[in-house]
């Protein structure tokens, strides 16, 4: 088998839909970066967004997960300190019948490197388990762009200040 193959197969496989929300945790002893370390061993995973702009990643629930608790998801740009695209669900009884449950980000805009983060919280907003990888999501076509609003017309915003200015005087009465 070529190389060629070899690597395209291999990202056809890791661009798969599919992310496991279960892992063992590392003991105390451990540095931050030995117990973050087995998250980066896979590589960067290479997702595409659909036509609607949106990619969906398949988690499998852990054994841990219960009707009620919250598995979220969110994509981070390396070095931002707010996530980009965020979702999350409350898992019912049909989602712990399949076994999984999945995540959609909406309004992909462009193409860039993300730390994605996957979450389970149960009762209280108790963190049960987390997952952390990187992933590349790549824009469909020329990526989202939202729709623009026009502006009300001058005549409506005249009209629409005197109305908030006399609401605003009766509710000082």
């Not at 060629?4 to 291999?10: P, Y």
């Not at 309004?107 to 979450?119: E, G, L, R, Y």
């Not at 005549?155 to 200015?165: D, G, L, S």
């Amino acid at each position: 088998m070529s190389i060629f193959r070899h690597q395209q197969l291999l990202e056809e496989y890791m661009s798969k839909p599919l992310v496991q929300l279960s892992f063992a945790l590392t003991s105390l002893e451990h540095t931050m970066f030995e117990s973050t370390g087995h998250n980066m061993a896979c590589g960067t995973l290479i997702q595409e967004a659909n036509s609607q702009h949106q990619i969906t990643l398949q988690c499998v629930l852990p054994e841990a997960a219960h009707e009620g608790d919250i598995v979220s998801l969110s994509a981070t740009q390396p070095y931002a300190r707010k996530a980009q695209y965020y979702t999350q669900t409350t898992l019912d009884l049909h989602d712990l019948a399949r076994g999984q449950v999945n995540l959609t980000l909406d309004k992909i805009a462009h193409n860039h490197n993300f730390v994605m983060q996957i979450t389970l919280h149960g009762k209280h907003r108790v963190l049960k388990n987390n997952l952390q990888f990187d992933m590349y999501i790549r824009q469909f076509a020329q990526g989202y762009t939202a729709p623009t609003t026009e502006p009300p017309a001058p005549r409506q915003r005249v009209w629409q200040y005197f109305a908030n200015m006399g609401a605003a005087l009766l509710s000082l009465f």
